[in-house]
């Protein structure tokens, strides 16, 4: 596996794992029916024998979080979900209190950065490649910020999360939006093909289509880089971009 907040899992299901740190100490050992891919939190999902339920064990193998759900997600940024006996999913903090109830149907992931999780209604189908229902974002307090009446929507990225609906006509309506419910369609998206969503932001740039060619905007829908290459990657400092300029690729200044 990989280290989540410090921490790794190693081992088998049929042995049980051990718990290590970055420098190789040894915290701790837990059996084999631990979630030994996400350690987020330094919490680790585990299942009652007993009971069939699951919880919350410490990298030392004690007890964080009593096995009382049918389904626990890994945590981030100080939450994770849930579900109860009611299938439904709600969020607990790291402490183990249920801070928002289990009243949703979906939940797509977990908390970002950004305060914010996607939740959506039940839809027609259990499979998720197929997902008909509803998405909106709730707030760490559990308040529906944006009404789940959405076919598509990520999580708030620099501000704007990126979404998609279907308008009774088919006509599917593409863009940005802010976690007050206001959507922004720019002229910058006119040109993006009816099949392809926009490009999430990164680091306050995202890249937009004029014809073929590539350039970037920011946060504002201005342009900040012309439309000029074949693709348009933004930097890690959100002032520099990679461009794909005739089949060779170049660090540019913002």
Request: proline residues 5%; contains cysteine; hydrophobic residues 40%.
């Amino acid at each position: 596996t990989e280290f989540h907040d410090g921490v790794l899992l190693a081992g088998s299901e049929a042995d049980g794992f051990t718990a290590f740190d970055r420098t190789g100490n040894v915290l701790g050992r837990l059996d084999g029916s631990v979630n030994y891919s996400n350690t987020a939190g330094k919490l680790i999902q585990y299942q009652d024998s007993c009971t069939g339920l699951y919880g919350y064990v410490n990298p030392d193998g004690t007890v964080a979080v009593q096995a009382a759900y049918t389904a626990v997600y890994p945590f981030s940024n100080g939450y994770a979900a849930v579900r109860d006996d009611s299938g439904l999913a709600g969020f607990i903090d790291t402490q183990g209190t249920l801070v928002i109830d289990c009243r949703f149907d979906l939940v797509t992931e977990g908390f970002t950065y950004s305060g914010y999780a996607v939740v959506g209604t039940a839809g027609t189908t259990p499979n998720p490649l197929h997902y008909d229902g509803k998405l909106g974002l709730i707030n760490t307090a559990g308040e529906l910020v944006v009404p789940m009446e959405y076919d598509y929507l990520q999580n708030v990225s620099d501000g704007l999360a990126l979404f998609a609906r279907i308008e009774e006509d088919g006509t599917v309506v593409k863009g940005y939006l802010s976690p007050d419910g206001t959507e922004h369609v720019p002229e910058l998206l006119a040109s993006l093909p009816e099949n392809q969503l926009p490009a999430p932001f990164v680091n306050g740039r995202a890249p937009f289509l004029d014809g073929d060619l590539q350039g970037l905007m920011n946060t504002q829908f201005e342009v900040v880089l012309p439309a000029a290459f074949e693709r348009c990657i933004s930097g890690s400092s959100g002032g520099q971009a990679v461009v794909l300029l005739d089949g060779m690729w170049y660090q540019v200044k913002l």
